[in-house]
């Protein structure tokens, strides 16, 4: 099937176009790092930045949080997500 939209470049702006399973893992980086988190799973999803700060945000299954996150802490994380890129 062609892609009408091979010749176009891919912005901050453009939809992902790859997906991946994420597993939770205390102090370890993403990689690939996404571009943004799809909820698979309803439940707390423990996010860790740039910084090392960690934030436990409750999340429901469908949620899409364009957060380009470092890593996903095991440890508190109960939802389930995906990677977009």
Known sequence: MADRFENYGVGT???AT???AITPTDG?????RPRALFV????DLVIRDELDAEITYPVT???LLPFRA????ATGT???????D
């Open 13 to 15: 702006t453009s939809p």
């Open 40 to 43: 698979l799973t309803d439940g």
């Open 18 to 20: 790859r997906q991946y």
């Open 78 to 84: 109960t939802a389930t997500v995906a990677g977009w």
């Open 28 to 32: 370890v980086d993403l990689d690939p």
């Open 61 to 63: 299954a469908g949620s």
């Open 70 to 73: 470092v890593g996903i802490e």
